[in-house]
């Protein structure tokens, strides 16, 4: 099965699954209500930093330094894929 993943939000949902997790016993660990998780798979909210700390443990989701995902729709650039700096103007 291919999956397409392209926001955290789609992560989070991915590996919550591969963990055979329901939201409700995610949010059970990590001590929040099953809606949170749900609002952070529909992309309506996005995670704080103790929460993206909680996530990479549970789920071995990336966590940034600064805490939080960047944004629940924020793209993720798979490791493999090749990263090119933008050109300047004129550059």
Do not use: C
Request: aromatic letters at 6%.
């Amino acid at each position: 099965m291919s999956v397409n993943i392209k926001t955290i939000a789609d992560w989070i949902k991915v590996k919550r699954m591969e963990k055979n997790l329901t939201p409700g016993h995610l949010a059970a660990k990590m001590g929040i209500a099953t809606a949170l998780v749900r609002s952070w798979e529909d992309a309506s909210s996005q995670p704080d930093s103790k929460q993206s700390q909680d996530l990479a443990n549970y789920l071995g989701l990336p966590s940034s330094s600064g805490g939080a995902f960047g944004g629940a729709n924020m793209p993720i650039r798979p490791e493999w894929e090749e990263f090119s700096p933008p050109v300047p103007p004129g550059g």
